[in-house]
């Protein structure tokens, strides 16, 4: 399947940004860049704020102070991967079909499925390894084969900017492996991709950037400098300093 990008440059400027949940902090203060065409890895400890992060940048989540800004992106522009735990695979959906809600930010969900987008809902399906199961319930895949559907759910969107929350976590090592391959094509072709990951060795070997989190940003750059045992012995005090309740945020005016 040939994916191109409906759009170049998609780049998000991060200000001072600052989310929360009923007010108590999840991500402090963030200022940064991630740059046009850039593949970063976001990692940190369990509770570091990595996919509220991502939540904040694809509009989920209102940010309590500060904001984020989206540059060469239009709507529709963005994929959001979640994690599986977010999707209810109990519903009597067949694949071809969950697939081709990548399509929706653009032509709405009313909007008839025509022979275009068929060809290109098989195409994606046959991309990923599961040539065939158009037709299959996604409740009687596995964890392997479901994180294949929605990778080509992503590919039906054809954005330049593509969010994953946790892509390879519970995942065979074969499919981990076509997956990733995916994501160095996307890369290949100029889109600006952000992955919450845990693999630390994963992350050296694939991603050329990193954005370590604490609640608040411990080291951004390229991976080699930011995967420093230094940075990671800070990051791990940081989260052993969590407050189990901590207060609330104080937003700082303007």
């Not at 990008?5 to 940004?17: C, E, H, M, R, T």
Request: charged share 20%.
């Amino acid at each position: 399947m040939s994916i191109h990008a409906s759009a170049a440059g998609a780049s998000i400027v991060l200000d001072n940004l600052t989310v929360a949940y009923e007010g108590h902090p999840a991500v402090h203060h963030l200022h940064g860049t991630f740059a046009a065409g850039s593949m970063t890895a976001v990692v940190g400890p369990n509770g570091a704020g990595k996919s509220s992060l991502l939540r904040a940048i694809v509009g989920m989540l209102r940010p309590a102070e500060g904001e984020v800004r989206l540059l060469g992106v239009h709507p529709g522009d963005i994929a959001y991967l979640p994690q599986q735990t977010e999707v209810d695979r109990q519903f009597p959906l067949p694949v071809g079909d969950l697939v081709a809600m990548g399509a929706w930010r653009r032509s709405g969900p009313l909007a008839a499925i025509g022979a275009e987008l068929c060809d290109r809902v098989r195409e994606a399906i046959h991309a990923v390894g599961l040539g065939g199961l158009d037709e299959r319930p996604i409740g009687t895949l596995s964890v392997g084969q479901f994180q294949r559907v929605l990778f080509a759910r992503v590919m039906v969107q054809d954005a330049p900017l593509i969010l994953l929350d946790e892509p390879f976590n519970a995942i065979d090592e074969r499919t981990c492996g076509d997956l990733i391959a995916l994501v160095h094509r996307w890369h290949g072709e100029g889109r600006t991709l952000l992955a919450v990951l845990h693999d630390l060795q994963q992350v050296r070997e694939h991603f050329p950037q990193s954005l370590l989190l604490s609640r608040e940003k411990v080291a951004w750059g390229d991976t080699a400098g930011v995967l420093t045992p230094e940075h990671l012995s800070r990051a791990r005090s940081l989260a052993e300093g969590w407050d189990a309740h901590p207060a609330v945020c104080e937003v700082r005016p303007h």
